[in-house]
């Protein structure tokens, strides 16, 4: 890969480059660690750590692990015995003292001169005269008195080579691991140190000369040779300033963002390879052509460099320079794909004036302010054209490449292909799924193609660019409709289906054939089917998700399909259990990989069900593509036909219907935009319609003949019924339990005459807003009934409410008739403006809801409250 090649050295292009990451750099937001030209990376550092991961050892990791070689054979023979955990080997483990360099001491004695060993820290001199010290005292000196009698030596100023920071570590100019490096390339130039200097020259104060046959040679080598490895460092010498940039913004921004695993050899390897080749800019390099460059550094350092170009790409690219290479940078428009590429690859359509057809789309798509959220147009509209590229290719004249030269046949053509593959089952023409896998031609797939192509072609020409570029009108209108496909909704799941999916044998094997790593799967999927939630919404939970709010379980989830964020949902307290074990799994993971609890800032960025694919901040959850083939291979293993996890919604939805739910209840439980989407997921079955059908209105309780059967037909009230029963509250009644009371000797003070008996009396109405209290009521009775202790109390209790029951239909019926029922089901007596809304002041008698089905007009005209005018009392 590459972006738009770096104008040679210097040039305007590269300047300002280097002036824009220059300013990035600089900025507050930066990390002031990536800033010098050596990186050096503390300890236990979140993203580059390179020390063990054992408290307080010295040691750096060994590879990819995170642990030293010393601890790692440790771990491994613990781990064969079966012995202990990696998370409390660990946490056990003793430390290991510093075995190799980590960074140049000076020597304790000599401030300019390097110690020679980590354990006496003293430079050659020194150690020399203490072992000699030794020898004269039979192996007992005492070391702090020696120490402190010795005098310090001269330095020999800084390493030759450009690029390294070490002391030297003789006369001749080198630290001494390029004086190991030096001889091991054969000393180029021969530079070399007369024999005994020590003595002939040094002890008797006299400059130590260096004898070179080609000085010249010794200079370039000095030049070339590559910095001293160290595993905390990355060092940055040496190379161009805008490549230092690249590198230094690279590491930087591979912090900010879910990733995988930098190690810092790795870096330091590029910057060596780019260091030798005199690189001016990563955008040089050609990773796919290349071939050296891969034996040279490996294929790790190639994601390294492919994922700092691709940052670079947003501020480096220009739209037009990203239109004349043939892909859309998603960034550039103000937006960004979660778990996404963000460009848009359109080099496989060879046709020009095609790929600027559709790179033009895309551009005006996603500049529109109703650029939609899914990425599937964006797919389908790329499918259509490859499809269309790949087939101009093969049977168009000069394979397509001069638009003048099309016609309707060539169109017609193509529609006819796609036909013929949809019935066949064959292949596409061009377009490839992820790994390059092709699949198959499917009606869905077919029409996808035609409609976007439409919408190209349409776009061309309202546009004039088909005129522009000599694209004939026949050819843009030559495209066939693409018909319709019948989309069949999910169906829930039935009977048989749901026992296998909840039976615990089934969901073992599912936890333990499917989900070897325990990375969630089961729970993830008992989640959904407990609560019926979106399985994005699921999956993407974060780690601090559950909580209990006056004793009862909660779940907090954001439905970012509706733009809901935040929002809280009861749970059984089984699974409140469940995500609370996940919950303990997700953080042993985090500690086993940090040998740390996460802070409280981590821990609000954690995911309940981390990934491990780039993602060890564990941040980034599961994906639903990881998710759906282990589902779906465990189904094809159960034998139950093909269902996915989504129809756990519909089972759900259909469910709470049949509890007595509405589709407002439905609606808010779910979280979708509209009452007509949750009827796409509400599915009636015979016996439920039955039920339906046999829903009649009766009359109320406080009626002559309660329960008296009025209609045969369930249809709601007309609005000229509903307001004919409707009664203005204001001026003739007064509140009462469940209700109001309109008998005017008690509205006006006076004592009830019935003893209070509101609910087995004529004068009382209810509102709107009485209907959630009713409901609540029926529900009430229906827990004493199904609680009573033999079935004679039972049906007693039913029937005992069954007037008031049946009362209820009649007030939802009233006010669907009006256009309130919704408002009155979504009623929240917590806000006091509820209180002035129409639902509260339109009120029905209990003995009018009962006759609410009657045809017979006069009937409901003859009921005027307590003798007033009729048309008066009227909402």
Known sequence: MSVTGLPRHGSRTGRDRLEVLTALINAPSFDPLFRPDIITIPPGHPVYRWNCLVTDCERPKAGRGDLCSAHLRQWRERRCHGQIAKAEFVRTAAPAAAAVWLAELPCRICPGRPARSIGLTLCDKHQFRWYRHLELHAGDGDFDGWLAAQQPYPGYGRCRVHVCPDTANSPLGLCSRHESSYRSEGRPGGAVLPSQWANRFERRGLAVPVVCADEAAFHRWCATAAAVLRPSQVNLRGLDPLLRAELQWGLFAHTQTSHGQWELPWVQDLVNHCRDRALHSLTELDLAGDARFHEAVGREVSRVVRDVVRGLESFYVT?????????????????????????????????????????????????????????????????AGLELSAFLDVHAPDAGQDPTLLTQQHIQQFAADQHQRERDRLPPLGFRGRGGTPSIVTANTRLAVFHRVRILFREALESGEADRIGLNRSVVTAMPAPGRVIRRTRSPFPDAVARALA?????????????????????????????????????????????????????????????????????????????????????????????????????????????????????????????????????????????????????????????????????????????????????????????????????????????????????????????????????????????????????????????????????????????????????????????????????????????????????????????????????????????????????????????????????????????????????
């Open 319 to 383: 739209s037009e320079e990203a239109r004349e290479q043939g892909y859309v940078l998603i960034e550039q428009f103000g937006r960004r794909w979660p778990g996404r590429p963000g460009r848009i690859d359109l080099t496989g359509v060879s046709q020009r004036w095609l790929r600027d057809l559709l790179w033009d789309h895309y551009a005006g798509v996603l500049r529109s302010p109703r650029c939609p959220r899914s990425t599937r147009p964006f797919d389908d509209m790329r499918r």
């Open 503 to 875: 039976e615990e044998a089934n969901l073992s094997r599912l936890a333990e054939v499917y989900d070897r790593h325990d990375r969630g799967l089961r729970d993830a999927w008992e989640t959904i089917i407990l609560t019926g939630r979106r399985c994005s919404e699921i999956l993407n939970l974060r780690l601090d998700c559950l909580g209990r709010y006056g004793g009862l379980p909660m779940l907090w989830h954001d439905q970012t399909k509706v733009g809901n964020y935040d929002q809280a949902l009861r749970i059984p307290e089984r699974l409140h259990l469940l995500l609370q074990a996940r919950q303990r799994k997700t953080e042993a993971l985090f500690n086993t990989r940090h040998n740390r609890p996460p802070s409280a800032r981590e821990r609000a960025e954690l995911a309940l069900f981390p990934t491990n694919q780039r993602n060890r901040d564990g941040r980034q959850p599961l994906s639903y593509n990881w998710f759906h083939k282990g589902f779906k291979l465990w189904i094809d293993d159960l034998d139950i036909g093909r269902w996915v996890p989504h129809q756990a919604r519909h089972s759900l939805a259909t469910s709470l219907l049949r509890a007595g739910a509405s589709l407002t209840h439905i609606r808010r439980y779910l979280g979708q935009v509209s009452e007509k989407m949750a009827e796409h997921y509400v599915h009636l079955t015979q016996s439920d319609l039955e039920d339906v059908l046999q829903h009649v209105w009766v009359s109320g309780p406080g009626t002559s003949n309660p329960g008296e059967l009025l209609t045969d037909a369930p249809t709601p009230l007309t609005r000229s019924q509903a307001q004919a029963l409707a009664i203005d509250l204001s001026r003739r009644s007064t509140p009462a339990e469940g209700g109001f009371c309109t008998f005017q000797p008690v509205v006006d003070g006076g004592a009830c005459p019935w003893n209070l008996d509101c609910h087995n009396c004529d004068k009382f109405v209810l509102s709107g807003a009485d209907l959630l209290y009713w409901r609540r009521k029926r529900e009430q009775w229906r827990l004493l009934a199904e609680g009573a202790p033999d079935d004679a109390t039972a049906d007693y209790l039913h029937r005992y409410f069954e007037p008031t029951a049946r009362a209820i239909d009649g007030l939802e019926k009233a006010l669907a008739g009006l256009g309130l029922l919704d408002d009155a089901l979504a009623l929240d007596l917590r806000k006091p403006q509820d209180y002035f809304h129409r639902v509260w002041s339109t009120a029905f008698r209990a003995a009018a809801l009962a006759d609410a089905a009657s045809n017979d007009t006069d009937k409901i005209d003859a009921c005027p409250v307590d003798g007033a005018d009729p048309e008066q009392d009227v909402a």
